[in-house]
């Protein structure tokens, strides 16, 4: 869905902990610098380069509580590489999200016409996704997401607790 996009992909996400089981989370969490810095240079990044390459703005806004748990540490960690691919990143400390109205289930919304909800256990394993072109949820999702990045801190600013 992102290689499709002409003008927009955004994501919102708002777990506080994200496959807690990925061998490059626990490299990180194990210290093993090597593994983590090759691990760096993830097929993602082109994914971004190639599609920001073409004009298509794509930002993240993640909704974390403070203080962080070691899962956001890590992306944190892992952030920079994805501002330098051409991805656009914030940070909203949860405690200042309490009156904006967000979905249910992290999301991506793609040109502002398609939104694709993805589902996780409680403990962050990744289940499923759901994609719905309702032009109501779509507008609803791309309308928490505007809330979010108004007030979210840019990653190169972003200090964690």
């Known amino acids: 869905m992102l290689r499709a996009c002409t003008v927009s992909a955004v994501h919102l996400e708002m777990r ?17 610098r090597e593994e983590f810095e090759r691990r760096l240079q993830r097929p993602w990044l082109d994914l971004i380069r190639e599609v920001t390459g073409r004009g298509v703005r794509a930002r993240r806004a993640r909704v974390i509580s403070e203080p962080v748990t070691d899962y956001i540490a890590f992306e944190h960690a892992t952030t920079g590489s994805n501002v330098t691919a051409g991805e656009q990143v914030r940070w909203l400390p949860r ?4 009156d904006l109205l967000l979905p249910g289930n992290d999301c991506w919304v793609f040109d502002a016409k398609l939104v694709r909800f993805a589902y996780f256990s409680g403990s962050g394993e990744f289940l499923a996704t759901e994609v719905s072109d309702d032009p109501v949820v779509v507008k609803q999702c791309v309308a928490a997401f505007e809330a979010v990045w108004e007030r979210a801190v840019p990653h190169g600013k972003y200090q964690f607790r």
Not at 16 to 32: I, K, M, R
Not at 95 to 98: G, P, Q, T, V
């Open 16 to 32: 506080d902990v994200y496959t807690p089981s990925d061998p490059w989370f626990q490299a990180w969490l194990a210290g093993d």
């Open 95 to 98: 405690r200042n999200a309490s």
